[in-house]
T-cell receptor, first 114, second 118 residues
Framework: SQQGEEDPQALSIQEGENATMNCSYK?????LQWYRQNSGRGLVHLIL?????REKHSGRLRVTLDTSKKSSSLLITASRAADTASYFC??????????????FGKGTHLIIQP | NAGVMQNPRHLVRRRGQEARLRCSPM?????VYWYRQLPEEGLKFMVY????????ESGMPKERFSAEFPKEGPSILRIQQVVRGDSAAYFC????????????????FGPGTRLLVL
């Protein structure tokens, strides 16, 4: 599997439910970020969590990081139709990211059913 | 405060032609990154530049691809003699330079240029 691999690949839930996406990575990191991409658009930065942090909140978003398992999760609470998008985790360093480029996974495609 | 600008948003080229993609970073940002995204895939890092310097081009194909970030003007990603496999979305991101010379970790992305090679 590649650095920054998200799971599941696709997720469909009802509006109002919580959505949880997971990300696993291989190498040591300084930080991990989550981005959102609406269909055919650019990426929007959601949240950054540093390697010495375990949990971070931003509005309806909650991110956890477990460096011992090399994994992170993104929780979106009380989902809305507008949350429909692809969500990517990105790590600094690791294979494919160069010295300062980010390494992205293939993303989780989230669909919120109204 | 305009975000990262990319143009054109869509570009169609025939095989063998050249593609030039432009990126203007956010105001005050001196670090530019280029990424390529194939359909249904995540972004793949290509190159990292600062003004007049290529810092890391480890993700750039060795042939036909080049990038620059001149002292004045936008960053340019140039693809010579395009092939169908170059069809993808190309994203530019920028980040500011913090005191001490390091870049900020958060990268701000442009809307992308979608290249289609016929």
């Amino acid at each position: 599997s590649q650095q920054g691999e998200e799971d599941p690949q696709a997720l469909s839930i009802q509006e109002g439910e919580n959505a949880t996406m997971n990300c696993s990575y291989k190498t040591s990191i300084n930080n991990l970020q989550w981005y959102r991409q609406n269909s055919g658009r650019g990426l929007v930065h959601l949240i950054l969590i540093r390697s010495n942090e375990r949990e971070k909140h931003s509005g309806r978003l909650r991110v956890t990081l477990d460096t011992s398992k090399k994994s992170s999760s993104l929780l979106i609470t009380a989902s809305r139709a507008a949350d429909t998008a692809s969500y990517f985790c990105a790590t600094d360093g690791g294979s494919g990211g160069g010295a300062d480029g980010l390494t992205f996974g293939k993303g989780t495609h989230l669909i919120i059913q109204p | 405060n305009a975000g990262v600008m990319q143009n054109p948003r869509h570009l169609v080229r025939r095989r063998g032609q050249e593609a030039r993609l432009r990126c203007s970073p956010m105001k005050g940002h001196s670090h530019v990154y280029w990424y390529r995204q194939l359909p249904e895939e995540g972004l793949k890092f290509m190159v990292y530049l600062q003004k007049e310097n290529i810092i890391d081009e480890s993700g750039m194909p060795k042939e036909r691809f080049s990038a620059e970030f001149p002292k004045e003007g936008p960053s340019i990603l140039r693809i010579q003699q395009v092939v169908r496999g170059d069809s993808a979305a190309y994203f530019c991101a920028s980040s500011p330079r913090l005191a001490g010379g390091t870049n900020q970790e958060t990268q701000y992305f442009g809307p992308g240029t979608r290249l289609l090679v016929l």
